[in-house]
């Protein structure tokens, strides 16, 4: 097998390759969205907590419609589905653009615009990765995670950086166009896909039921009753909520490192940069056997990179200059970006593997809202604390306790630590 990222799914199936490039370039422009709402709140406010309010109006619509969308992902039509959350999430990037352009000072709009914006990405997310396991082999499926994962990292890299030029540049009205703009790739790369209707436990040809309760319970009462599957929940969520930095990088770049906007970016692209970096030497990772044993040692680096970026900051001003600190967190956001991006290949991998297909949307639901709402309760934790002990201290402390609780779940779990991906036992 070979060292180097695996392009063998982008090379054997043109609907692959077609998905794969439309949601790469709206991702750019999600996460240039990204960076310039957490600018602009900044901008209207000066307040970190701010900032990490806005992780709880992102939190709610995605826990509502990441296992409401899962279930509609398990009952009708894949890419129908997927096309209708992408389409209002097109429609929230143009109101952003629009709210710009138009002198918007009530932080309140940006608010309502993230939560809209959040339960369509809960919509879309599912459908995307149900469909993957549909259109590819399942020994495709670790090359497949890594080049989404790898395109993701790229995105992180691009799009922030391109809301730092652009909102230098343009201010926020030129920053959320372009991302409205480029959003359009994703429609495009669903829309060429065939019809997707999702295979019934037993029967590919039963008619699907209607989604509601009783459909999500079902795929809460599997995940129950799976501890591996569960695990990669429960190990992400820790480290998303104990040790989440995003919600400090506009501080640091406004107060602690210096050069505002420049610097948020090159602080979320530098964890970008890292996961470009172990991806693009992932080709190995298909034969890695021991998966679960390997997320908990990628999360322990990200944790221990999460308190070097805390230990950075402390240092600025004072043990290294403002200009050394900065270097320094940009390396540790790059070590945290790696180890992340490896510990996602191996989660994906693990949920698609162990899941049966009837059941795949509503757990890739139950993920999104682990993955994307994770965060969320870390910015807000995060925000919080930072405003009593100092952005410094709330990433140190975080990043620390990450680490023990890694070490805490793998004691509790011993299971999962022996995880052989050759019998992917949910």
Known sequence: MPLLLDLTPLRVNAAYRRLYAGFTFANVGSQLAVVAVGLQVYDLTKS????????????VPLVAMGLYGGALVDHFDRRVVGLAGQAVAFVTSIACALQAWLGNTHVWVLYLLVAVWNGAFAVTSPARTAIYPRILERDQLPAANALSVFAMNASLTVGPLLAG???DWGGFKAAY????????????????????????????????????????????SFLATRPNVRMTFVADIAAMFLAQPRVLFPAAGAVIFGGGAKTVGALAAAAAVGGIGAMFFSGRLGVVRRQ???????????????????????AAGGVLTRTQALYAALLAMAVAGASDSVSSVFRQTILQA???????????????????????????????????????????????ACVLAMVVLARLQPGFVRYDARHPTP
């Open 292 to 314: 679960g044993l390997a997320i908990l040692v990628a999360i322990v680096g990200w944790g221990a990179a999460i308190a070097g970026f805390g230990a950075s900051m402390l």
């Open 165 to 167: 030029f652009l909102v």
């Open 48 to 59: 970190t907590a701010a900032v990490g309010l806005v992780g709880l109006f992102a939190l």
């Open 354 to 400: 162990a899941t049966p297909d009837h059941l795949r949307g509503r757990l890739q639901g139950v993920f999104i809202v682990v993955v994307a709402g994770g965060p969320r309760l870390g910015e807000m934790a995060g925000g919080f604390l930072a405003s009593h002990v100092g952005e410094g201290r709330t990433a140190l402390f975080g990043g620390v």
């Open 177 to 220: 166009t372009v991302d409205a703009v480029i959003t359009t790739a994703a429609l495009w790369g669903l829309s060429t896909l065939p019809p997707l209707p999702p295979e019934r436990a037993g029967d590919a040809t039963e008619a699907p039921t209607r989604p509601g309760l009783r459909s999500v319970l079902d795929g809460l």
